[in-house]
T-cell receptor, first 112, second 114 residues
Framework: GDSVTQMEGPVTLSEEAFLTINCTYT??????LFWYVQYPGEGLQLLLK?????DKGSNKGFEATYRKETTSFHLEKGSVQVSDSAVYFC???????????FGAGTILRVKS | DAGVIQSPRHEVTEMGQEVTLRCKPI?????LFWYRQTMMRGLELLIY????????DSGMPEDRFSAKMPNASFSTLKIQPSEPRDSAVYFC????????????FGQGTRLTVV
């Protein structure tokens, strides 16, 4: 079945450091890919998405590129802030699919 | 739109009691999902509905769990009887039946069973 694998956390960085959170997936065909973020005490909210190969999703300084050849969708940000501290989830859904399949989530802690 | 609304935000109950969690999806959304989040298991899909009809309940852990969606604007998740291992954050989410659209999540209900 479909699955999403994320790098284990927690990831701890200093403010202004470069961030990469790895995400790879297993799925048939061409799924749509998503990154969600969960701030403490809140629900998940969409950060960015990409719906076809080579698409780049971006939002709030975060980027991720849909790489079909490596089945990956790594999240990057050039300079993190303390306010980026949260849990990040990679997810996929198939075209016409109903449900999102989530990775385990990666905790990010940014120190000032 | 106010987004997906869940109630209560926090619930503390004693083992053996019945617990009912409530969700109001975004108006016009066709799908509604119930998730459970714990440290040990992460985010688990319990059940989802399409146009008020349950489609897949394979994630519901036991017969003690049941979910209903009597109309397009309301759903409940009931646990009877509750057990300490049911302690978790329960999320409701909704989305449109359109390709490539994302799901919108509520703030969650933090359930503690003592």
């Amino acid at each position: 079945g479909d699955s999403v694998t994320q790098m284990e956390g927690p990831v701890t960085l200093s403010e202004e450091a470069f961030l990469t959170i790895n995400c790879t997936y297993t799925a048939t065909g061409y799924p749509s890919l998503f990154w969600y973020v969960q701030y403490p005490g809140e629900g998940l909210q969409l950060l960015l998405k990409a719906t076809k190969a080579d698409d780049k999703g971006s939002n709030k300084g975060f980027e991720a590129t849909y790489r079909k050849e490596t089945t990956s969708f790594h999240l990057e940000k050039g300079s993190v802030q303390v306010s980026d501290s949260a849990v990040y989830f990679c997810a996929l859904t198939h075209r016409g699919g109903n449900k999102l399949v989530f990775g385990a989530g990666t905790i990010l802690r940014v120190k000032s | 739109d106010a987004g997906v609304i869940q109630s209560p935000r926090h619930e503390v109950t004693e083992m053996g009691q019945e617990v009912t969690l409530r969700c109001k999806p975004i108006s016009g959304h066709d799908y509604l999902f119930w998730y459970r989040q714990t440290m040990m298991r992460g985010l688990e899909l319990l059940i989802y509905f399409n146009n008020n009809v349950p489609i897949d309940d394979s994630g519901m852990p036991e017969d003690r769990f049941s979910a209903k969606m009597p109309n397009a604007s309301f759903s409940t998740l009931k646990i009877q009887p509750s057990e300490p291992r049911d302690s978790a954050v329960y999320f409701c989410a909704s989305r449109l039946m359109v390709m490539n659209t994302e799901a919108f999540f509520g703030q969650g209900t933090r359930l503690t069973v003592v």
